[in-house]
Nanobody
Framework: QVQLVESGGGLVQPGGSLRLSCAAS????????VGWYRQAPGKQRELVAS???????TYANFVKGRFTISRDIAKNTVYLQMNSLKPEDTAVYYC?????????WGQGTQVTVSS
């Protein structure tokens, strides 16, 4: 079993920053694809950023230059640094890992950008 625990969400003013963390535990090891999706109310879940097992990074156009994805392999943790946040970034953010031909999801963490 693989468990993903997210943290770091919350309420922030426009222009502010947050750092999300996603720690993987259980029967997981090595280097595997990871990433973040988000889902706003009434909208479909959309990819925010991802890292492949070969360390290729992809960002959605709407976060390029503002968000940074990174990982700590030793800690089995992936991060999402979010800067210059906008109200339209408000959503539940979900991390995932692809391990042993399965996609595992975190429980989601709420990010609200509002003044």
């Amino acid at each position: 079993q693989v468990q993903l625990v997210e943290s770091g969400g919350g309420l922030v003013q426009p222009g502010g920053s947050l750092r999300l963390s996603c720690a993987a535990s259980g029967s997981i090891s090595g280097i595997y694809p990871v990433g973040w999706y988000r889902q706003a109310p009434g909208k479909q879940r959309e990819l925010v950023a991802s890292i492949t097992s070969s360390a290729r990074i992809t960002y959605a156009n709407f976060v390029k230059g503002r968000f940074t994805i990174s990982r700590d392999i030793a800690k089995n943790t992936v991060y999402l640094q979010m800067n210059s946040l906008k109200p339209e970034d408000t959503a539940v953010y979900y991390c995932y890992v692809d391990f042993r031909e399965m996609r595992h999801w975190g429980q989601g963490t709420q990010v609200t950008v509002s003044s």
